[in-house]
C-alpha cells in the first residue's frame, strides 16, 4: 500500500469529477465523485484503513464503482483512468476552448485536426490562418475566434458561485502571496471578474509563477504587468503586478464596480487602499460596498465575529449528514451559544420529512444533547412547509411546543406575485413562526426569484415580529444583498443563517454575513448575533 492521506485522496477525486466534466461524461457520474470527495473531507478516520478493512462502502456515497477507484489509489498511489483522462482530455485545450466559447469535445477535435495541444500552439496556428483547414470551420468561425483572442474580457453566460470564486481566487493570492480582488472581494452573489494583485519591482516572476499554477491551464493574454490565465472550467482570472507604489491604487481599480471606481477618478497612488482613500480625503470603503458610488462615512458592518448562533440547520433526520450532537458540538466549537435544528416536514417530498410524532422523537434526542452540552443550547425548530393550501404543514399544537420554526415555500414558486404573496403573509400570521426562509426562492444559475411583493412582507414582518432570512447556502444567498438593504432600511430583523445540511455547512455563515454586510447590516440588524437570553423564542 502506497501512503495517501484524506487530502489527497479529496483532491484526487475532484480532479476526476473535474475531467469527467470535461470529457463529456454523464453529469450524475462527476456528481458522485464529487459528493464522494465532500464525504471524504468530513471523514476523521483514515480513508486508507477504511479502504484496507472493507468498510469504505460503509460511508454515504461511496458505492462499489468509486471504491474500486479508492482502493485503487490507496494500494497504488494512483487512479490508471484518471491518468488517462489527464493525457487524453487536453484540459489547457478545453479551458481555452471554454473561454472562447468553445465546448469541450470541439475544442479537442479541432486541436487534433491542426496537431496542437496547447493554448500558445492553439493561437499560432489561429493567428497563421490554418483555421479554415478544419472541417467545418469556415471564414467566419474563424473571424469570431480570432476576434475572441483579443477581446479583453469575455462575458460569461453564468457567473461563478460565490464560494467557488472565492475558492479559486484564494488559492491563487495564497500561492503568489497577492491579495484577491474583483467580483469575489465584494462577495458578489456570482462572480464574472476575478482577480488578485500583487506589488513587485520585477512583474515578470510574478506573472511566470501565475503561469506555472496547476489550475491555470492557459494564458489567454499576457502584457508587462498583467495576465489573463484561464481554469479548466473556462473561468479567466487576472493578475495584476502594481508597482509598490501603486498597490493600493490597483487594488482599488480591480475591486470596485465601474461605476464606483468611475466616481473616484483619477486615482492617485497609494502603497495601499488606506493611503488612496486619503489622499482622496473620503474614508475607507469596505469592499462590500464598492457596487455604486459613495464617498460618505459607511456604517459599521456586521462581522463574523458578532455571531452568537445559526438559526437554520439540518441533521439525520431529515437531509442532513451529521447528527444533532454532531451539529451541535461542531457549532459550540465554533464559539456559537446556540443551534436551532429545523429539519424539513413531510411536504417537501423530495428529501425526507418529519410529522408529529418525529418531531416529539427528535425532542427527546435535543433534550440528551442539551444536558451533554450546557451551557451550549440546541433549540427545538423546524422548517415548516407551507402547503398549497397555504397551511403550515404541522399541528398547531405541535408548533406551539418549539423554540424556532423557520417558515419555507418549496412548492408554487411560480405562482402570480398577489397569490404567492398573500399565502406567505398569511402564513406569517401563525402565532408560532419566528422567520422566513430563504424568501425569494432563487437558485443561483437555475431559477430565478419568485414573485413575492417584499414590500407587503416587510409589513407583516414588522406587525408580527418575523424576521427575514438571508440564507447562506452559495446557490441562494436569498435574500440578496440589495434585498437585505431594503428590509434594513424598513426596519426589518435579519437572520444570517447558513442552512447547513453538513458540519462543513455550518462555514457557509461567512456566505451569509457577508451577504447581510452587502444590505449596509449592522449587528443590531441580525438576530443571531444577539446572546440567547435575548431571542424571541417561541415556546
Same mark, same amino acid.
Given at each position: 500500500?502506497?501512503?495517501?492521506? @484524506?487530502?489527497?485522496?479529496?483532491?484526487?477525486?475532484?480532479?476526476?469529477?473535474?475531467?469527467?466534466?470535461?470529457?463529456?461524461?454523464?453529469?450524475?457520474?462527476?456528481?458522485?465523485?464529487?459528493?464522494?470527495?465532500?464525504?471524504?473531507?468530513?471523514?476523521?478516520?483514515?480513508?486508507?484503513?477504511?479502504?484496507?478493512?472493507?468498510?469504505?462502502?460503509?460511508?454515504?456515497?461511496?458505492?462499489?464503482?468509486?471504491?474500486?477507484?479508492?482502493?485503487?489509489?490507496?494500494?497504488?498511489?494512483?487512479?490508471?483512468? !484518471?491518468?488517462?483522462?489527464?493525457?487524453?482530455?487536453?484540459?489547457?485545450?478545453?479551458? !481555452?476552448?471554454?473561454?472562447?466559447?468553445?465546448?469541450?469535445?470541439?475544442?479537442?477535435?479541432?486541436?487534433?485536426?491542426?496537431?496542437?495541444?496547447?493554448?500558445?500552439?492553439?493561437?499560432?496556428?489561429?493567428?497563421?490562418? &490554418?483555421?479554415?483547414?478544419? /472541417?467545418?470551420?469556415?471564414?467566419?468561425?474563424?473571424?469570431?475566434?480570432?476576434?475572441?483572442?483579443?477581446?479583453?474580457?469575455?462575458?460569461?453566460?453564468?457567473?461563478?458561485?460565490?464560494?467557488?470564486?472565492?475558492?479559486?481566487?484564494?488559492?491563487?493570492?495564497?500561492?503568489?502571496?497577492?491579495?484577491?480582488?474583483?467580483?469575489? &472581494?465584494?462577495?458578489?452573489?456570482?462572480?464574472?471578474?476575478?482577480?488578485?494583485?500583487?506589488?513587485?519591482?520585477? /512583474?515578470?516572476?510574478?506573472?511566470?509563477?501565475?503561469?506555472?499554477?496547476?489550475?491555470?491551464?492557459?494564458?489567454?493574454?499576457?502584457?508587462?504587468?498583467?495576465?489573463?490565465?484561464?481554469?479548466?472550467?473556462?473561468?479567466?482570472?487576472?493578475?495584476?503586478?502594481?508597482?509598490?507604489?501603486?498597490?493600493?491604487?490597483?487594488?482599488?481599480?480591480?475591486?470596485?464596480?465601474?461605476?464606483?471606481?468611475?466616481?473616484?477618478?483619477?486615482?492617485?497612488?497609494?502603497?495601499?487602499?488606506?493611503?488612496?482613500?486619503?489622499? !482622496?480625503?473620503?474614508?475607507?470603503?469596505?469592499?462590500?460596498?464598492?457596487?455604486?458610488?459613495?464617498?460618505?462615512?459607511?456604517?459599521?458592518?456586521?462581522?463574523?465575529?458578532?455571531?452568537?448562533?445559526?438559526?437554520?440547520?439540518?441533521?439525520?433526520?431529515?437531509?442532513?449528514?451529521?447528527?444533532?450532537?454532531?451539529?451541535?458540538?461542531?457549532?459550540?466549537?465554533?464559539?456559537?451559544?446556540?443551534?436551532?435544528?429545523?429539519?424539513?416536514?413531510?411536504?417537501?417530498?423530495?428529501?425526507?420529512?418529519?410529522?408529529?410524532?418525529?418531531?416529539?422523537?427528535?425532542?427527546?434526542?435535543?433534550?440528551?444533547? @442539551?444536558?451533554?452540552?450546557?451551557?451550549?443550547?440546541?433549540?427545538?425548530?423546524?422548517?415548516?412547509?407551507?402547503?398549497?393550501?397555504?397551511?403550515?404543514?404541522?399541528?398547531?399544537?405541535?408548533?406551539?411546543?418549539?423554540?424556532?420554526?423557520?417558515?419555507?415555500?418549496?412548492?408554487?414558486?411560480?405562482?402570480?406575485?398577489?397569490?404567492?404573496?398573500?399565502?406567505?403573509?398569511?402564513?406569517?400570521?401563525?402565532?408560532?413562526?419566528?422567520?422566513?426562509?430563504?424568501?425569494?426562492?432563487?437558485?443561483?444559475?437555475?431559477?430565478?426569484?419568485?414573485?413575492?411583493?417584499?414590500?407587503?412582507?416587510?409589513?407583516?414582518?414588522?406587525?408580527?415580529?418575523?424576521?427575514?432570512?438571508? @440564507?447562506?447556502?452559495?446557490?441562494?444567498?436569498?435574500?440578496?444583498?440589495?434585498?437585505?438593504?431594503?428590509?434594513?432600511?424598513?426596519?426589518?430583523?435579519?437572520?444570517?443563517?447558513?442552512?447547513?445540511?453538513?458540519?462543513?455547512?455550518?462555514?457557509?455563515?461567512?456566505?451569509?454575513?457577508?451577504?447581510?454586510?452587502?444590505?449596509?447590516?449592522?449587528?443590531?440588524?441580525?438576530? @443571531?448575533?444577539?446572546?440567547?437570553?435575548?431571542?424571541?423564542?417561541?415556546?
Amino acid at each position: 500500500m502506497v501512503p495517501v492521506d @484524506n487530502a489527497t485522496i479529496v483532491e484526487r477525486l475532484e480532479a476526476f469529477a473535474a475531467l469527467l466534466d470535461v470529457s463529456g461524461a454523464g453529469y450524475y457520474t462527476s456528481r458522485a465523485y464529487r459528493r464522494a470527495a465532500e464525504t471524504i473531507r468530513e471523514t476523521k478516520a483514515p480513508i486508507s484503513q477504511l479502504v484496507a478493512s472493507g468498510r469504505v462502502e460503509d460511508l454515504r456515497g461511496i458505492g462499489p464503482g468509486i471504491a474500486a477507484r479508492l482502493r485503487e489509489l490507496v494500494e497504488t498511489g494512483r487512479i490508471a483512468e !484518471l491518468d488517462e483522462l489527464e493525457r487524453g482530455v487536453q484540459p489547457e485545450l478545453v479551458g !481555452l476552448g471554454r473561454f472562447l466559447g468553445i465546448g469541450p469535445k470541439r475544442m479537442v477535435e479541432i486541436g487534433t485536426a491542426l496537431g496542437v495541444r496547447t493554448a500558445e500552439e492553439f493561437r499560432a496556428a489561429a493567428r497563421a490562418g &490554418r483555421l479554415t483547414s478544419v /472541417p467545418g470551420i469556415g471564414p467566419q468561425t474563424e473571424q469570431r475566434i480570432l476576434t475572441a483572442f483579443e477581446r479583453e474580457r469575455r462575458p460569461q453566460k453564468r457567473g461563478l458561485l460565490l464560494n467557488r470564486a472565492r475558492a479559486l481566487v484564494e488559492e491563487i493570492a495564497d500561492a503568489l502571496d497577492a491579495e484577491i480582488a474583483g467580483d469575489p &472581494r465584494r462577495w458578489a452573489d456570482t462572480s464574472y471578474e476575478l482577480a488578485v494583485v500583487r506589488a513587485a519591482a520585477r /512583474p515578470k516572476a510574478v506573472l511566470d509563477a501565475f503561469e506555472r499554477l496547476p489550475v491555470i491551464v492557459a494564458v489567454a493574454e499576457r502584457s508587462a504587468r498583467r495576465a489573463l490565465g484561464v481554469s479548466v472550467d473556462g473561468v479567466p482570472v487576472e493578475v495584476i503586478v502594481a508597482e509598490p507604489r501603486r498597490l493600493g491604487t490597483e487594488l482599488v481599480r480591480a475591486t470596485g464596480t465601474r461605476a464606483y471606481v468611475d466616481a473616484l477618478e483619477p486615482l492617485p497612488d497609494g502603497t495601499d487602499e488606506a493611503a488612496v482613500y486619503a489622499t !482622496l480625503g473620503i474614508p475607507w470603503c469596505p469592499p462590500e460596498l464598492r457596487e455604486q458610488p459613495f464617498r460618505g462615512e459607511p456604517p459599521p458592518l456586521v462581522e463574523l465575529a458578532d455571531v452568537r448562533g445559526d438559526l437554520h440547520c439540518h441533521t439525520t433526520w431529515s437531509d442532513g449528514k451529521a447528527s444533532v450532537l454532531e451539529m451541535a458540538t461542531a457549532a459550540r466549537d465554533l464559539g456559537y451559544e446556540y443551534i436551532a435544528v429545523c429539519d424539513h416536514t413531510q411536504n417537501v417530498r423530495v428529501v425526507p420529512g418529519l410529522d408529529a410524532d418525529d418531531l416529539r422523537r427528535q425532542g427527546e434526542e435535543i433534550a440528551a444533547a @442539551n444536558e451533554e452540552l450546557a451551557p451550549f443550547r440546541v433549540l427545538r425548530g423546524t422548517e415548516v412547509d407551507i402547503r398549497r393550501d397555504g397551511e403550515l404543514d404541522l399541528p398547531d399544537d405541535v408548533l406551539a411546543e418549539l423554540d424556532w420554526v423557520q417558515l419555507s415555500l418549496h412548492a408554487g414558486q411560480r405562482e402570480h406575485g398577489d397569490t404567492l404573496t398573500r399565502k406567505v403573509t398569511e402564513a406569517m400570521r401563525h402565532p408560532a413562526v419566528s422567520c422566513l426562509s430563504h424568501p425569494k426562492g432563487r437558485i443561483i444559475n437555475h431559477r430565478p426569484p419568485n414573485a413575492l411583493h417584499l414590500e407587503r412582507v416587510f409589513e407583516v414582518a414588522l406587525e408580527t415580529g418575523v424576521a427575514l432570512e438571508t @440564507n447562506g447556502l452559495p446557490d441562494r444567498l436569498d435574500l440578496s444583498g440589495a434585498e437585505v438593504r431594503l428590509a434594513v432600511e424598513a426596519r426589518v430583523p435579519i437572520v444570517a443563517s447558513t442552512d447547513a445540511h453538513s458540519i462543513r455547512g455550518l462555514g457557509n455563515m461567512r456566505l451569509a454575513i457577508a451577504t447581510a454586510r452587502r444590505g449596509w447590516a449592522t449587528a443590531a440588524d441580525v438576530v @443571531n448575533t444577539r446572546p440567547l437570553a435575548e431571542l424571541a423564542l417561541k415556546s
